[in-house]
Every structure is written in C-alpha cells, then in structure tokens.
C-alpha cells in the first residue's frame, strides 16, 4: 500500500518516532515545586523513574492553578507478609513514593519507599532522616506491576492472534488480514534460526518456544518506545526469567552424548579433563543465561536512556540555545535515534532467539564418533 508514492511504513516510523518524542517529552514526574521537570537533576530522576517499574499505571500529567495533576488508574498490590496474604490498590498510597503514607490493611502497615514495598513493625515509623526505612523489612511482592500488566496484555494478544492465524491454516493456504504480516516472520524464525541451529531432527520440538520468545520479546520492545510508559525489557527480572526459561529447556532436552563432553571431555589429556568440566559447567549454568539476560536488559535500557537523555536537550540548553532552538535539535536527534531502536528492537528479539537456538542446537546436537 502506499501514499503518495511512498511506502506507508515510513509515515508509520515517523509516527512512531514522534508520539515517542512528544510522549517522554510530556514529563510524567513531578519536580521539587511542583511544576514541570527544567533542571538536570530533576532530569536524571525522571530518567531512573521511568526505568523503573511501578504499582500504578500513569498516562500523562498537566499543571493545573499550579498544582501537578497525574491521570492513571491503580494497579491491585498483592503482598505476603508477617499476618499472610494482603491485598489492596496502589491508590492506597495516594502515588506517594517518600514512604509518609503508612497503609493498614489485615492488622499491617505497609510503606512504599522508592518504589519498593516494606512492612513496618509496630509503632515503626515510617522513614528516618536520610530517607531509609526504619525498623521495617520487604515483604514478598507478587503485586501486578506496569511491567506484568504489559505481560500480560501482550501475551493475550500473541494467544489471539496466533490463534486466529492457525485457524485460518485449517481453512486455506494463503493467511489473510493480520495474518498476511505474522506468516513470513514464522516462516523465517522456522527456516532461518530454528532449523540451522538446531537441526532438521530436532528443530520442530523447539520451533514453538522460539515463536514464542522471538514474538514476544519483539513487542514487548516495540510497547516499550510507544507513548504508554512501557520498560518491559528494560526489567532484569524479566530478561532473566526468559534467560532461565532457555537454561531450563537445554538443560533438561541435552543428549547423554552433550553431557559427556561437558564433564568428561574426550580426546584431551586426563589431567585437563577436570579442568574442562568446571569450565564447561559455569558456562552452561552461567555464562550463557547471563550473556541472554544482559544483552537484553543493557541494549534495551541504554536506548531508553539514549532517547530520553536527547529530549532532556530542550531543557539543559534552552538557555544557551533558547528554546527553539534546543526544541528543534531535540526534536532531530531523538527522531533519527528512535528509528534506529526501531531496528534494535528486532535486533534484540533476533539476537536473543538466535542465541537460545544455538544453544538448544549445541545440546541436542549427536556427535559422530569415529
């Protein structure tokens, strides 16, 4: 389809680039007088805040008669702590992260403090002078955060519509609608990185899982650079929650034949034999699970950053620039670097794919012994 002579694609990326721009450039953290974040510090915060993740669910802020006002809604905060399961909304604590809103729910009180959960002892109070929490200790959080609500929402969108697109297989041969645009991108994950990697043998086992990872890792990186407020991937603990999902997988489906070479490796010396073995086993347990979950994290929260630092020029050099002049080469730098996450937020599902398929190939592969 194209419009005017050029490809729709590139109206989209553009589109894409902008309401990035526009979306961190609405400035969704509140300054130190209330008013909109100017100073560098102020900046540096709203950078580490958006890279966090959150109990509530903000949309956009607006100064009204010199007041912040934040529009969202609350996300359900489930805790264990001392008296059991406990369970209330984020609006309890009225989107207050200096730890002076105590909550009492199921005979506790429980106080968030940089965006963390703690449960105070009794006639505790909540924070001393340096801002720390006193005589209180963190409590289990299996509360539906920003980033397990994203999960959530894009797992149920994969589950539609690839549903939808085999449904349409038992039908007819030629995919239609959406599903037009998810065939060749199965089609490659199977023949370009399940099948080489693994081998025609094997690789129909694990075609599902690398589906899987490759799809949701891809738009979970793409929500991530949409006006919603979205740092899925930019989560450690969801890069090393798909990084252990791999482990398991080549753990668990390895040959008698991998193992062998892992512990005992043939055709060296035997005095080299032990050393081998403990090398082999950190970098099966450790090294590559790590390399997975960091390449994500590092690539995906640098580009955050990159984006945001760029849009910040509006307010470190209006002063020196004025403000048209740093708007406009904000607006150019974080364009052109939007684009380019575009192509890292494939990059990095490819990448990450890629490398759970080498590595599920390497386990499953049968030597030839001679």
């Known amino acids: 389809m194209k419009i005017a002579n050029k490809p729709i694609k590139s109206y989209l990326l553009i589109v894409l680039a902008l309401t990035t721009f526009f979306s961190y450039a609405s400035d969704p953290v509140k300054s130190q007088d209330g008013g909109i974040v100017d100073s560098e510090q102020e900046v540096k915060d709203y950078i580490l805040h ?16 010199g007041e912040r006002k934040h529009i969202g809604f609350p996300l359900p905060v489930i805790v264990w702590g001392e008296n059991g399961l406990t369970t ?35 006639g505790a109070e909540a924070v001393d002078d340096f801002h720390h929490p006193t005589n209180a200790h963190k409590v289990l959080d299996f509360s539906i955060t920003k980033s397990v609500l994203g999960i959530l929402v894009i797992g149920l969108l994969m589950l539609f519509w690839f549903s939808r697109l085999a449904k349409q297989y038992k039908k007819k041969s030629v995919p239609t609608g959406f599903g037009r645009v998810l065939e060749p991108l199965v089609v490659y994950v199977r023949d370009e ?20 990872v490759f799809f949701f890792i891809w738009i979970m990186n793409l929500v991530g650079l ?14 090393a929650a798909l990084a252990v999902l791999t482990l398991i997988i080549y753990t668990f489906s390895a040959k008698k034949d991998y193992w062998q070479h892992v512990l005992w490796m043939p055709g060296v010396p035997i005095f080299v034999k032990p050393v081998l ?94």
């Open 193 to 212: 990185i399940a099948r080489p990697n693994i081998g025609d043998k094997h690789y129909r086992r694990f075609t599902g899982y690398l589906l899987t």
């Open 226 to 239: 949409m006006p919603f407020g979205f740092n899925i991937t930019g989560q450690l603990a969801v890069t």
């Open 50 to 65: 958006h890279l966090k993740d959150s109990h509530d669910f903000h949309l956009f802020s607006y100064t009204s008669d």
């Open 277 to 370: 073995a403990i090398i082999e086993l950190a970098g099966h347990f450790l090294i590559k699970p790590f390399s997975l979950l960091v390449r994500l994290f590092a690539n995906i929260s640098a580009g955050h950053i990159v984006v945001m630092s760029l849009i910040a020029i509006m307010f470190t050099l209006k002063n020196e620039l004025g403000t048209v002049g740093a708007t406009g080469l904000s607006l150019v730098l974080s364009f052109f670097i939007t684009l380019i996450e575009v192509l890292v937020a494939f990059l990095q599902a490819y990448i990450f794919t890629m490398l759970s398929a080498l590595f599920i190939g390497m386990a499953v592969e049968e030597h030839d012994h001679h």
């Open 88 to 122: 209330f909304m984020s609006s309890a604590f009225h989107h207050d992260d200096s730890g002076e809103v105590i909550v009492e729910k199921n005979g506790s009180r429980f106080v968030k403090i940089h965006s963390k959960i703690y449960e105070l002892e009794e």
